[in-house]
């Protein structure tokens, strides 16, 4: 039948194969798994320092998020306070003009009605000159003519009440 020397077993084959396993796990385990872990370890390191630095980044976007917005909500409270501030002295500053215009039409009234009170004087001054001026001529035209004593006091009233109307009349 079949020679089966061909399967047979051979332990020196199966020594020496065991002891290259041995020392080829050794081999690769010295110089490739240890260099090998070491790279992946480094590798790990550096994903977990950066997944370390994406969090501090992020809470750090966070709370200058809420720096801004409280930044913003103090502006907003400061441009409200500039704003009514503004409106305040600017209805004040209003005021103040509006009592200043007040003021001076009350003096240009004032002045004017001086101007009108002068100019009134002033006027009854003249019509008191003109008045000496005409009486002056009439004793003239009255010592050019003789006339009797009747005659004078007529004339003199006459004069005193046209002078009263005129003066009513003013």
């Known amino acids: 039948m079949f020679n089966?020397?061909?399967?047979?077993v051979n332990i020196w084959a199966i020594l020496a194969s065991l002891a290259n396993l041995l020392i080829l796990t050794w081999i690769l385990k010295r110089f490739l798994f240890k260099p090998v872990?070491?790279?992946l370890d480094a590798r790990r390191a550096a994903i977990?320092?950066?997944?370390?630095?994406?969090?501090?980044?992020?809470?750090?976007?966070?709370?200058?998020?809420?720096?801004?917005?409280?930044?913003?909500?103090?502006?907003?409270?400061?441009?409200?306070?500039?704003?009514?501030?503004?409106?305040?002295?600017?209805?004040?500053?209003g005021n103040e003009i509006v009592s200043e215009a007040r003021e001076k039409a009350t003096d240009i009234r004032r002045q004017a009605e001086a101007d009108a009170m002068l100019e009134r004087k002033k006027a009854e001054d003249d019509m008191k000159r003109e008045i000496a001026d005409v009486?002056?001529?009439?004793?003239?035209?009255?010592l050019q003519r003789e006339i009797n004593e009747e005659d004078h006091r007529a004339l003199i009233d006459s004069f005193l009440q046209e002078i009263g109307t005129e003066n009513d009349n003013d």
Do not use: C, F, P
């Open 4 to 8: 089966l020397d061909v399967i047979s």
């Open 37 to 39: 872990k070491k790279m």
């Open 48 to 93: 977990d320092a950066d997944y370390a630095q994406a969090a501090a980044a992020k809470a750090e976007a966070e709370e200058d998020r809420l720096n801004y917005e409280a930044a913003m909500a103090a502006a907003r409270q400061t441009s409200d306070q500039i704003i009514s501030e503004a409106t305040r002295m600017a209805e004040h500053r």
């Open 135 to 142: 009486s002056a001529r009439l004793t003239g035209k009255l």
